[in-house]
């Protein structure tokens, strides 16, 4: 059974740094991608970047400054680091894993405020 | 980057009605699409891949076509439990883009 479970800290302060876990378990992070989107309340969804099987990363080019997308194989993790938060960066962060986004975690919702 | 424009935006419909959401493509994307469901408080769900192929589990009642570029996701007679949000997804080049999503509730 494949699961997915992001973590992490839920208010984050203006102009600070977003660290982002999610957990892997069922499914091999060598032999499949992982990606994170993310959703402001009521909005739409956006593709962040993608951690490809063999390590190799592509980010959305409107935040590619701001972010990294790491992994530890060995503790089946995937790794979101984004820099300079803005009040706009508020919202529910999913990791979903496979090119086919087959897999989903249930979200971590962030809020990015003083 | 490839523009995904979705309509309608919002939409009512009866038990029983025949609806259909629409992405348009501002570049050629191929059948390279994925339309997802959403449920209020949950995560999104593939329901067609490639355009036009249902995933495992999902209703007959729901269908994908393509006409140029523009992607449509058809469900043929509407239940009480398809009403969520639909967002579709082309995967043909990256970045990866979105449709603004269609929230579709039973009248």
């Known amino acids: 059974q494949v699961q997915l479970k992001e973590s992490g800290p839920g208010l984050v302060q203006p102009s600070q740094t977003l660290s982002l876990t999610c957990t892997v378990s069922g499914l091999s992070l060598t032999s499949n991608s992982v990606s994170w989107i993310r959703q402001p309340p009521g909005k739409g969804l956006e593709w962040m970047g993608v951690i490809w099987s063999n390590g190799g990363t592509d980010y959305n080019s409107a935040i590619k400054s701001r972010l990294s997308i790491s992994r530890d194989t060995s503790k089946s993790q995937v790794f979101l680091k984004m820099n300079s938060l803005q009040t706009e960066d508020t919202a529910m962060y999913f990791c979903?894993?496979?090119?086919?986004?087959?897999?989903w975690g249930q979200g971590v919702m962030v809020t990015v405020s003083s | 980057d490839i523009q995904m424009t979705q309509s309608p935006s919002s939409m009512s419909a009866s038990l029983g009605d025949r609806v259909t959401i629409t992405c348009q493509a501002s570049q050629d994307i191929g059948n390279n699409l994925i339309w997802f469901q959403q449920k209020p408080g949950k995560s999104p769900r593939p329901m067609i891949y490639y355009a036009t192929n249902l995933a495992n589990g999902v209703p007959s009642r729901f269908s994908g076509s393509r006409s140029g570029s523009d992607y449509s996701l058809t469900i043929s007679s509407l239940e009480s439990e398809d009403m969520a949000d639909y967002h579709c997804?082309?995967?043909?080049?990256?970045?990866?883009?979105f449709g603004s999503g269609t929230k579709l509730e039973i009248k």
């Open positions: 979903a894993g496979r090119m086919g986004f087959d897999y």
């Open positions: 997804l082309q995967y043909k080049q990256y970045p990866l883009t």
